[in-house]
């Protein structure tokens, strides 16, 4: 009689229990800025950072102080330059950044730097967002702070900064660019447009 309680009692903490809520779905939601703002599909969904992947959308504010998504530029072939300003190869890159926006606007490309850290190893504030976009003379592109780093670290690998990635109109990876210099993006660029 004992072993069969303890059977019981045993069997019965061995019943797994369905306890929770289901995750919503996310919903995504226009911003207020400066930039192109396109609605994307209500089905897609964010799976990560590799090629054949749809990278997840971000709320993160721009040099502006107004909220950017990554999604509004749905329909755009995009750049995501995921950089730090302690970085000498992303500065390399930045130099370039506002002559690349401009050469490939009109093939619908836009470009847009992700700033994962300051000189100080800190989250970038407001005020450095624009340090970089004056140095650099970016005018044509957001340049957005990532400043709790959720969406940076999940795509670069081991700390190496810069990350480029070219999306397609369906913000699909294409390509991470390797190196992340501007000759290889500009051909990454071209292959990905059909040039």
């Known amino acids: 009689m004992l072993r069969n309680a303890l059977l019981l009692l045993f069997v019965a903490g061995c019943v797994p229990e369905l306890t929770g809520t289901a995750v919503e779905p996310y919903v995504w939601e226009a911003q207020t800025n400066t930039w192109e703002n396109n609605e994307p599909p209500a089905e897609l969904v964010g799976d990560g950072f590799y090629v054949g992947e749809v990278p997840d959308d971000f709320r993160l504010l721009d040099q502006h102080g107004d909220t950017v998504s990554l999604w509004q530029f749905y329909g755009s072939v995009v750049i995501v330059d995921i950089s730090t300003m302690w970085c000498a190869p992303c ?63 999940a795509s670069v690998q081991n700390g190496n900064y810069p990350v480029l990635l070219v999306l397609d109109r369906e913000l699909v990876v294409q390509e991470r660019v390797n190196p992340p210099d501007d000759p290889a993006l500009k051909a990454a660029l071209d292959r990905v447009l059909g040039h």
């Open 91 to 153: 500065r390399a890159l930045a130099e370039t950044t506002e002559e690349v926006q401009n050469e490939y606007a009109k093939d619908g490309v836009v470009y847009v730097t992700i700033l994962a850290e300051n000189v100080e190893n800190e989250p970038p504030s407001h005020e450095d967002l624009n340090s970089w976009a004056d140095a650099y003379g970016i005018v044509s592109s957001p340049v957005v702070a990532d400043p709790e780093g959720e969406w940076s670290s």
